[in-house]
């Protein structure tokens, strides 16, 4: 598909990777346990076995995308031979949390921690899409001008396009599988972690919010999410602490209190606990943009 296997912009100030795109026949790429300081976008062509994400796992089919935020632990196990594309590109290049009004990607495709990260691709969206890792591939080998800018701009399209697919496919499934009391259930949970996370962290705090018991709560989160309610509002305080760590130059004690957490050490040992890293070394190396817009 692409005339050459791979292509890769490299930042000239640090010699990190920027932007990648390249095709791979095998697994060998992914079959252990990656933890990138970069987003990762891989469009199964052709193969079939389990990606292991997080502490969940989710099926690998024929015309599959998956959608992986910097420094979520990954892996692919194929049964046999994968096919497909890779796109890798770091914050500093392309920033999810810069251009979420004009694509609405982040929590939709990449930091949604009610959804599997991944969608399934029709052949015309495959084919869609597929179009456009083309012509990005183009401008990365004719290296003409204002190159960045006409990738970014391909991104971008690629990115809601993708986006309104996982859309309709969660609203499809959803609609399939609860019932109309279950998604207002559901949904009345997502609110309150939305509204709350940042002063109430405990099951019983939401019990009280949601007027159930703490154990009618964990079961309906397990069931749905396939993760504890603790997971989902830990998870939903790493995001923010990530978008406030790249965007702002707040130190990491004020962005602990603003998240509820009064020891510094503390919040950082329950960042690390889900990243494998510290806020301050996420900073340094996903990038301290101090919020340039």
Do not use: W
């Not at 859309?167 to 972690?193: D, F, P, V």
């Not at 019983?204 to 159930?212: G, N, T």
């Not at 990530?242 to 990491?252: A, D, H, M, S, V």
């Amino acid at each position: 598909m692409l005339s050459q296997s791979a292509y890769t912009l490299v930042n000239q100030q640090n010699g990190n990777l920027s932007f990648k795109v390249f095709e791979f026949n095998n697994d060998s790429y992914f079959d252990h346990i990656q933890r990138n300081n970069y987003f990762t976008l891989i469009i199964i062509s052709t193969g079939e076995g389990l990606a292991k994400v997080d502490l969940s796992e989710y099926p690998i089919e024929d015309n599959t995308m998956f959608a992986f935020y910097p420094y979520q632990p990954f892996m692919l196990i194929s049964k046999g031979a994968l096919t497909g594309i890779c796109i890798q590109f770091h914050h500093d290049f392309f920033c999810i949390y810069r251009h979420h009004k004009e694509i609405a990607a982040n929590g939709i495709l990449f930091n949604n921690i009610y959804q599997q990260p991944s969608i399934r691709l029709q052949e015309s969206a495959k084919a869609e899409l597929l179009d456009i890792v083309r012509k990005i591939a183009n401008e990365l080998e004719m290296d003409t001008l204002r190159r960045d800018e006409m990738i970014v701009s391909y991104m971008k399209i690629f990115l809601v396009l993708a986006t309104r697919i996982k859309i309709e496919q969660q609203s499809i499934q959803e609609t399939e599988e609860l019932s109309s009391k279950q998604l207002m259930n559901i949904q009345n949970l997502r609110n309150a972690i939305e509204e709350n996370f940042r002063m109430k962290h405990s099951v019983s705090d939401y019990a009280d919010l949601l007027h159930v018991t703490p154990i009618a709560l964990t079961r309906m989160t397990k069931n749905h999410f396939n993760k504890t309610l603790s997971d989902l509002i830990t998870e939903r305080i790493i995001i923010e602490a990530k978008r406030e760590l790249y965007l702002t130059e707040k130190t990491i004690k004020a962005i602990a209190y603003e998240l509820g957490y009064e020891d510094e050490y503390y919040f950082s040992r329950v960042f690390k606990g889900k990243t494998d890293i510290s806020p301050q070394f996420y900073r340094d190396t996903v990038g301290f943009n101090r919020g340039a817009s």
